[in-house]
């Protein structure tokens, strides 16, 4: 047989289309909701102070600490000298004043140095939510609640009582 004239292009297999890599869903993403409420629970502190405000914000820093240390592959967040270790380990510090005071005075109350740390703290906390992967986050939370609701359940914790330092989920105080 006598070949064509025109050349034939050399057969190459189609490749697929490979998707592109999926991006991490992060909590700043998923809810852009948690910085307002973290600032929320810092105002709210601040401006009314009460054991319902303290509990609250010391639980949501519980989460972003445990969150922290599940980003990190377990690592501790005590001890670290990065920017966000030291804003959360500040902010448990001072909810840790509150507490101590509280059970000293019996009075929820928040000093001005306090006050000053937490809103430092907040804008680092900030960036620290926007860049934590959802499952980080929702692991902690899901952590938290269940050592939490264990506590009340068992008759040690009345969460209306005192306020709850968020410490003792992860050990020893972080002074």
Not at 11 to 19: D, E, G, I, L, N
Not at 80 to 90: V, Y
Not at 113 to 121: D, G, H, N, Y
Request: glycine share 8%.
């Amino acid at each position: 047989m006598a070949r064509s004239k025109k050349p034939r292009k050399q057969y190459k297999p189609r490749m697929r289309a490979v998707p592109a890599i999926i991006p991490l869903e992060t909590a700043g993403d998923a809810m852009p909701l948690l910085a307002g409420q973290l600032h929320a629970a810092i105002i709210t502190l601040i401006a009314m102070p009460s054991t319902t405000s303290c509990n609250n914000l010391s639980r949501q820093l519980c989460v972003i600490a445990g969150g922290m240390s599940h980003a990190s592959g377990g690592a501790p967040v005590k001890g670290n000298a990065d920017a966000a270790s030291i804003a959360i380990q500040s902010a448990i510090n001072a909810i840790e004043d509150v507490i101590a005071r509280h059970d000293r005075t019996g009075v929820v109350s928040v000093s001005g140095l306090e006050a000053k740390t937490l809103r430092a703290a907040a804008g680092k906390l900030d960036e620290v939510l926007y860049s934590m992967p959802l499952l980080c986050y929702r692991r902690a939370e899901s952590e938290v609640s269940r050592w939490v609701d264990g506590l009340v359940q068992s008759g040690k914790l009345e969460l209306e009582a005192a306020p709850v330092p968020c410490a003792s989920l992860f050990g020893t105080p972080m002074r």
